[in-house]
C-alpha cells in the first residue's frame, strides 16, 4: 500500500505561482510513475504531469512551459511548481502513484486562480 498526502493549494491571481507538494508514505519502494491530476467542476479528471522512476517526465499540452513537475527521493515527495496559472487552472489537483498494479490517489487539494 501507498499514501499520499498532498499540500500547497489556495487561492491566487491569474499570472501568480503555486506548488503542490505530494508526499507518499508506505511501499513507496513499489511506485514506478508518480502524477499529477486535476478536476474541474463537471469536467472530467485530466493528467496535468508524470514523472517516472527513470525521471523522464511529460506534460499535457496546456501546462508545457508553465508548470514543471520534480521529485525528491530522499523525502518521497513530488512537487508540481506551477507559474503564469490562469482562470482556467482552477481545479482540485489529485496526486497520482502507479506501480504494477494499482493506483493511488491522495486526497486532492483545491487550486483556484482568480482572473
Known amino acids: 500500500q501507498v499514501h499520499l498526502v498532498e499540500s500547497g493549494g489556495g487561492l491566487v491571481q491569474a499570472g501568480g505561482s503555486l506548488r503542490l507538494s505530494c508526499a507518499a508514505s508506505?511501499?513507496?519502494?513499489?511506485?514506478?510513475?508518480m502524477g499529477w491530476y486535476r478536476q474541474a467542476p463537471g469536467k472530467q479528471r485530466e493528467l496535468v504531469a508524470v514523472i517516472r522512476s527513470g525521471a523522464s517526465t511529460n506534460y499535457r499540452d496546456s501546462v508545457k512551459g508553465r508548470f514543471a513537475i520534480s521529485r525528491d527521493n530522499a523525502k518521497n515527495t513530488v512537487y508540481l511548481q506551477m507559474n503564469s496559472l490562469k482562470p482556467e487552472d482552477t481545479a482540485v489537483y489529485y496526486c497520482n502513484a502507479v506501480d504494477s498494479s494499482k493506483n493511488y490517489w491522495g486526497q486532492g487539494t483545491q487550486v483556484t486562480v482568480s482572473s
Open positions: 508506505g511501499n513507496t519502494f513499489t511506485i514506478n510513475a
